[in-house]
């Protein structure tokens, strides 16, 4: 019986987890550089110790209405295919382990947002958590756009901090 670790974490009313070994590290949110004419969903570019990270408002990019940061707020780090990216996020909570056989396909009955973002559920204790799927957060096209927006903004991101 295999176990898998997850960061647990909140968007909106819903509880989520992203395979721990996807994500890098958790930041507090800090100040973005702004980008005209991006999709509403990217929050800008941020300085992470010399590297220049895409951030996505998870919250947006699920179609969930909109929310300021607060003090919980906070920017997951996560391996995306060949480059880190960040995902605002409302909370999160703990790392919690789930044995194979509690994880389940994402069932019709979730709605909401795009089932796309999901790769499954997962039961933990009473709780039902959302396992969220990095690979189809972005479609092809989102993908290169952001590799081409981080390409023409990096000297800038740079500068700034």
Same mark, same amino acid.
């Not at 507090?28 to 980008?35: A, G, H, R, T």
């Not at 707020?73 to 995306?80: D, E």
């Not at 909370?91 to 044995?99: F, H, R, W, Y």
């Given at each position: 019986m295999a176990?898998? #670790?997850?960061?647990? !974490?909140?968007? =909106?009313? *819903?509880?989520? =987890?992203?395979d721990i070994r996807q994500v890098r590290e958790i930041n507090?949110? #800090? *100040? !973005? !550089?702004?980008?005209p004419t991006t999709?509403?969903?990217? *929050? =800008?570019?941020?300085?992470? %110790?010399?590297? +220049?990270?895409t951030v996505f408002n998870l919250r947006k990019r699920l179609g969930m209405p909109d929310k300021d940061f607060d003090e919980n &707020?906070?920017?997951?780090? +996560? &391996?995306?295919k060949?480059?880190?990216v960040g995902f605002t996020v409302d909370?999160?909570?703990?790392?919690?382990? +789930?044995?194979d056989e509690d994880i389940e396909d994402t069932p019709p009955s979730i709605t909401g947002f795009e089932? %796309?973002?999901?790769?499954?559920?997962a039961k933990v204790g009473e709780k039902l958590i959302l396992m969220l799927d990095l690979e189809n957060v972005l479609s092809p096209d989102e993908e290169n756009d952001i590799k081409e927006f981080i390409d023409e903004n990096k000297d800038s991101v740079l500068e700034q901090q």
């Open positions: 176990i898998r #670790q997850f960061v647990k !974490f909140r968007v =909106g009313d *819903e509880e989520f =987890g992203v507090k949110l #800090q *100040e !973005f !550089f702004k980008v999709p509403p969903f990217i *929050e =800008g570019l941020i300085n992470l %110790r010399g590297k +220049v990270l &707020s906070k920017i997951i780090v +996560v &391996s995306y060949d480059f880190l909370m999160v909570s703990e790392i919690v382990k +789930v044995p089932r %796309r973002f999901l790769s499954g559920v």
